[in-house]
């Protein structure tokens, strides 16, 4: 069998420390994390690595899970674990976790399975459970930025399914599956970080 390249992104290694820097207060009262979409697996495992209060579940589908456990073998930490094979709009989905991160999914799904995400997301957490969502979004209709627009583009004629969604049309269906936004971080390179709660 031909062994599977390591899969890098130049995009994490960009955007792990801002990102870290909020986790580290979002999720310090939380202790199982469900990563969904872990893509490569770096951002798996720099922040296990730094948040060592917590246990980080990778998970993606299948095609990628050889490639992130090849990330995590190198790493060698305790609190991270193996990818389980995840497809939001399945039923299946892993039990006993108390936060959610994921990080440029929502523009990558079709809008189904981002409408699914979210409302099985809202189902699972427990109250107080927290929920970050990291990547590009528009804001009344609008990009953040001339770049965001070409990268829209650009998506839109890989698979016209793709696309940056609107702020607005995520938060009412985080509101519908009982998710309140806490924050909304402006990150680097037109980026946001939105850090939502599990309403009581
Ligand atoms: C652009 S990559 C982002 C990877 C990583 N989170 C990052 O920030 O570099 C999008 C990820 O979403 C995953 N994905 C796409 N559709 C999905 C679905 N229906 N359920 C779960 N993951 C999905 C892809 O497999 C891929 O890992």
């Known amino acids: 069998m031909t062994p599977v390249e390591k899969p890098f992104s130049q995009a994490c290694e960009n955007n792990k420390e801002p990102i870290l820097a909020i986790l580290k207060t979002a999720f310090a009262g939380s202790t199982r994390v469900l990563e969904i979409g872990s893509g490569t697996g770096q951002h798996a495992v720099h922040f296990a690595?730094?948040?060592?209060?917590?246990?980080?579940?990778?998970?993606?589908?299948?095609?990628?899970?050889?490639?992130?456990?090849?990330?995590?073998?190198?790493?060698?930490?305790?609190?991270?674990?193996?990818?389980?094979?995840?497809?939001?709009?399945?039923?299946?989905?892993?039990?006993?976790?108390?936060a959610v991160f994921t990080a440029n999914t929502t523009h990558?799904?079709?809008?189904?399975?981002?409408?699914?995400?979210?409302?099985?997301?809202?189902?699972?957490?427990?109250?107080?459970?927290?929920?970050?969502?990291?990547?590009?979004?528009?804001?009344?209709?609008?990009?953040?930025s001339p770049s965001n627009a070409s990268f829209d583009r650009w998506l839109k004629e890989i698979d016209p399914a793709r696309g940056i969604r609107d702020f607005e049309a995520l938060r009412e269906l985080a509101d519908h599956a009982g998710l309140s936004l806490v924050e909304d971080h402006a990150m680097p390179a037109n980026n946001q970080l939105l850090h939502w709660v599990k309403r009581g």
């Open 49 to 98: 690595g730094n948040l060592p209060h917590l246990h980080w579940q990778t998970s993606d589908l299948p095609e990628n899970h050889a490639g992130i456990e090849q990330w995590l073998l190198d790493a060698s930490l305790s609190n991270l674990s193996a990818p389980v094979a995840l497809d939001v709009s399945q039923q299946a989905w892993p039990v006993g976790f108390d």
């Open 108 to 144: 990558i799904m079709p809008w189904p399975a981002v409408v699914e995400m979210i409302a099985r997301i809202g189902s699972r957490l427990p109250a107080g459970g927290v929920f970050c969502q990291y990547g590009p979004f528009k804001y009344n209709g609008d990009y953040t």
